[in-house]
C-alpha cells in the first residue's frame, strides 16, 4: 500500500533527498565507509539551532563516527553542514532501519508479499544505490529493454530483486544480479552462467565462473 510523503519519518524524507543530491552522495563516497547507504542519523543542538540529518563523511575511531570530531552531516533541510563534537550541546547518533523500509513502502503499490521482499532487499542499500549508479543501472536498463520495456519511468519497469552472497567469509559480499542469462519471471538469472553483480561496495563485478567465485543466492524472485 502507498505510503504518503507527509507520514515518512524525517529519517526517510532525508534519505531520499539525499538520494537526489549529487554533491551529498559524492561526499558519502569519499568518505570509503563501504556501505551504499549512510546508516547513522544525527540529532545535535547547535548555537544555531537543532540539525536533524544523515552523517555522510567526518572523523572516524573504531570503525565509528568520532563524537569527538569533525560529522559531516546531510541535514533534512538538503543543506551540508560541518559540525564539531565538543562544539555541539547536544549530540544524539543513531540508527533506524525503518527509514530504509519507509522508503521502500513511499509510492509502492506492489502486493505484501512483494514489498516484503523489496523491504529486505532495501535493508542491504543495494536496489536504492544501483538505480542510481550510472553503469550499473544502465547494464540493468540493458535487461530491462530485452524484457520489452523501454520506458524507465513505466510501472512495468522491473527492479533486481535477485539476491546472493560472493565469496565466502571476511571477504564475503552482498550483491545483486544485474546481468546475465536470463531463464524467466520465475526463474531469474541462472547462477551457473556468467553473471554481472552489482555489490555492497558499490562496484559492478563480472563473475565468469559463478561456482568458483562462490555465488550463492540469499533470495532469488521474479524481476
Not at 524467466?184 to 561456482?211: M, Q, R
Request: glycine share 8%; proline share 6%; net charge negative.
Amino acid at each position: 500500500m502507498k505510503q504518503s510523503k507527509s507520514r515518512l519519518s524525517w529519517q526517510a524524507i532525508t534519505l531520499i533527498l539525499w538520494r537526489q543530491d549529487a554533491e551529498a552522495m559524492n561526499v558519502w563516497k569519499r568518505a570509503g565507509v563501504g556501505s551504499s547507504a549512510p546508516e547513522v542519523f544525527c540529532e545535535a543542538q547547535t548555537p544555531e539551532g537543532l540539525v536533524q540529518g544523515v552523517v555522510i563523511g567526518g572523523d572516524r575511531l573504531n570503525d565509528a563516527w568520532d563524537r569527538d570530531g569533525e560529522l559531516v552531516v546531510f541535514t533534512r533541510k538538503s543543506t551540508i553542514v560541518r559540525l564539531n563534537g565538543p562544539e555541539l550541546s547536544t549530540l544524539t547518533l543513531s540508527a533506524c532501519p525503518k527509514a530504509f523500509e519507509d522508503v521502500m513502502m513511499y509510492n509502492d503499490t506492489r502486493s505484501t508479499a512483494r514489498q516484503h521482499i523489496d523491504r529486505m532487499v532495501l535493508k542491504s542499500g543495494l536496489t536504492f544505490n544501483m538505480l542510481g549508479h550510472e553503469k550499473a543501472s544502465a547494464i540493468w536498463m540493458d535487461h530491462a529493454r530485452r524484457l520489452g520495456c523501454t520506458d524507465p519511468e513505466a510501472p512495468e519497469m522491473p527492479v533486481p530483486h535477485q539476491l546472493v552472497w560472493l565469496g565466502s567469509g571476511l571477504n564475503r559480499a552482498l550483491a545483486l544480479v544485474i546481468a546475465g542469462r536470463w531463464d524467466g519471471p520465475h526463474e531469474g538469472f541462472n547462477l551457473y552462467h556468467p553473471l554481472t553483480l552489482f555489490t555492497d561496495s558499490s562496484n559492478v563485478v563480472a563473475v565468469e565462473d559463478p561456482v568458483a567465485s562462490e555465488v550463492y543466492p540469499v533470495e532469488q524472485v521474479p524481476a
